[in-house]
Structures are given as C-alpha cells and as structure tokens.
C-alpha cells in the first residue's frame, strides 16, 4: 500500500488581501495628511469700486468704442483707428484741460485691441481719471445718485 504525503501537494500561494489592505489604509494616510498648496504664483491687489457715484463739477469727456472699433469723442467721430488720429480728436474736442474726468464707453463685443488704443491715447495725453463705463447684470438692484 502506498502512503501518499499530504504535505508535498500543498502549493505555497501568498494572499494578497491583506497586503492590498494595508496599502489602501497608506494611500488614504497619505492623501489626508498631505497638505496643498493653494497659494497663487500671481500677487495680485484686486479693485475697489464704490457704487456711488463721484461727485464732479465739470462733465465727463466721453470715449466711446462701438463694435466696429471705431471711436467718437463726445459727439465727434475719430477718422482713423490709430493712435495719432485718436489723440488729435480728443485734443481737439476736451482742448488743454488734463483733469477733465474721463468716461470710456466700450460695447461689449468691441476688439480688447480697441479698447487699449483708446486707453494709450488718454495715457499718452496726460489723462488720469479715466472710468470704464459697465452696465448691472439683469436683476442687480440699481444704485440711485442722491443728487438727482
């Protein structure tokens, strides 16, 4: 009679489980104990704006850039888009009067391009108190000038 040995049919296997357990309980340590840095690469100082507006004694020369690109000082066109052109109309229009508040009126689908041409111009000029005009998103209450 034969006596078969039971321990030489035994295959060593190593469980897997509770190496994959112990690995999930590291990943979960490490990602809870892990601090992120959410500091910005960029130091910005954002804008203020009150939403009353400024008192002023003297009216405001108005820019205006429609969807074209092109610009009217007040109720004068500029001929030309550039630089010079533009410059030459606002002298002409506001005169040697540098403290002359400034109301930049852009359409909302006018080029950035134009917009920065017509702040260059007012730059170059020696304007200062330059405001860009925005209208409140609907439903946003309205602020009332107590002056009117």
Avoid: W
């Amino acid at each position: 009679m034969r006596i078969r040995d039971r321990r030489a049919e035994d295959i060593p296997e190593i469980n897997l489980v509770p190496l994959i357990d112990v690995i999930l309980v590291l990943i979960i340590f490490f990602v809870v104990t892990t601090t992120f840095d959410t500091r910005s690469t960029l130091k910005l100082e954002l804008p203020r704006a009150d939403a009353r507006p400024a008192d002023s004694e003297q009216p405001a020369l108005s820019v205006l850039v429609n969807a074209e690109g092109r610009y009217f000082i007040d109720d004068r066109e500029a001929l030309r888009t550039d630089v010079e052109a533009i410059k030459s109309t606002i002298l002409e229009v506001a005169g040697g009067d540098r403290e002359r508040p400034v109301l930049l009126r852009a359409d909302a689908r006018t080029p950035h391009q134009a917009v920065v041409t017509a702040m260059d111009a007012l730059g170059q000029l020696g304007f200062r108190r330059i405001s860009i005009a925005t209208a409140p998103e609907a439903g946003a209450p309205v602020v009332q000038d107590p002056a009117q």
